[in-house]
């Protein structure tokens, strides 16, 4: 079937390619309706890789989507033909000794979507297990379930940071993750998020939402301003979602005694650490890698109304013009959130 795919750094083609679609006993098949673009897929394009993680051969890209269930396995019984899904892109080996701790988003197996070698969902159908495929509530779009993903790195970051209501949180970094990060400790219980970056378009995103208030660390420092949200006693919870190593620098100046930080941006290289800093407030440290078990609550509390990721798609392509949708999305505006493909003209 027509795929976009990934054939090297900087060449993009949408084109026929052989995608395994047999349907096991606990898969089902989906016809894929929507597709967002992410950082990553964006930088498999631009660099060619991610870290360890190299495109030595073709590779379909795109790991967030929502589709709708044209065929069930013989083992499946939570699901049906013509129900409306989205997927978790990470399928672990579920016997492994991460997935039995519940840490599969950490076992080593973990194969996801359109993360070398394995192919991505940027094409009409995609076969998955059934464990890994979630129900859309009725009144939760399919651009909104393809939203979930990117969503599901806000909640486990909140859920990491346990969260106790009142809250006064900091988000360093306003891209889509540093937002959904946001959104997803309002919901949780905080106060009030703070939320930091150089770009004046990015937090006017952001400050869209009631409790989250945009810091211009161009103009004011991000220490002045959690001292004067906080009566210099600091923030509960500071989140690192830039992942700039100049972020690293104060983590521990905005936090407050006892408070966590909870790291979510991957620095290229390894970054410097003010432990001291850390240990003189027994500074809480928590890491984010995607999820584990968020699906099913991101999913609820989207479709409950208390979060509302609509405002955060910026821009929607056709599959035919998928191309394009990427040289947009690899020109990172600034008011570009995120950028989603439809495949609903693609299905015979
Ligand atoms: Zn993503």
Redesign the pocket.
């Known amino acids: 079937m027509r795929a976009l795919v990934l054939e090297k750094k900087g060449e993009l083609s949408l084109r026929e390619i052989a995608l395994p679609q047999d349907v096991g006993p606990d898969d089902v098949r989906i016809a894929i309706h929507t597709v ?1 673009v ?3 897929d964006v930088h498999y394009y631009t660099h060619g890789a991610i870290g360890s993680y190299i495109v030595r051969q073709p590779m379909v890209l795109g ?2 989507a929502s589709g709708t269930i044209v065929e069930v396995g013989a083992n499946v019984a939570n699901l049906k033909v013509g129900d409306r899904v989205c997927m978790e892109p990470g399928v672990p080996n579920l016997s492994s000794r991460a997935t039995k701790l519940g840490i599969y988003n950490v076992d080593p197996d973990v194969r996801f979507w359109a993360t070398p070698p394995v192919h991505g969902v940027l094409a009409p159908y995609a076969v998955h297990p059934a464990a890994f495929t979630y129900k859309l509530p009725d009144n939760v779009s399919f651009a909104e379930g393809a939203m979930v ?2 969503f599901a790195i806000g909640m486990q970051a909140a859920a990491r940071a346990r969260i106790v209501p009142g809250d006064v949180a900091v988000v360093v970094g306003c891209g889509p993750i540093g937002i959904m990060i946001a959104l997803a400790a309002l919901a949780g219980g905080c106060s009030k998020v703070l939320i930091s970056d150089f770009s004046a378009p990015k937090l006017a995103i952001a400050a869209q939402y009631p409790g989250i208030v945009p810091v211009n660390i161009g103009e004011q420092s991000l220490v002045d301003a959690v001292r004067s949200a906080t009566d210099s006693w600091g923030a509960d919870i500071v989140f690192e979602a830039s992942g700039s190593p100049k972020a690293f620098a104060n983590l521990f100046d905005i936090v407050r005694p006892g408070g966590a930080v909870v790291l979510v941006g991957l620095p290229v290289e390894a970054v410097e650490l003010n432990v001291p800093a850390a240990i003189s407030k027994e500074v809480r440290i928590e890491t984010v890698f995607r999820y584990a078990n968020i699906f099913d609550r991101a999913l609820q509390l989207i479709g409950s109304g208390k979060v509302d990721l609509k405002p955060l798609i910026t821009g929607t392509y056709d599959f035919s013009e998928s191309i394009k949708a990427f040289e947009r999305a690899a020109q990172g505006k600034p008011q570009d959130v995120k950028l989603q493909i439809l495949l609903t003209g693609e299905k015979g």
Do not use: D, F
């Open positions: 967002g992410c950082g990553s790991h967030e993903e990117p």
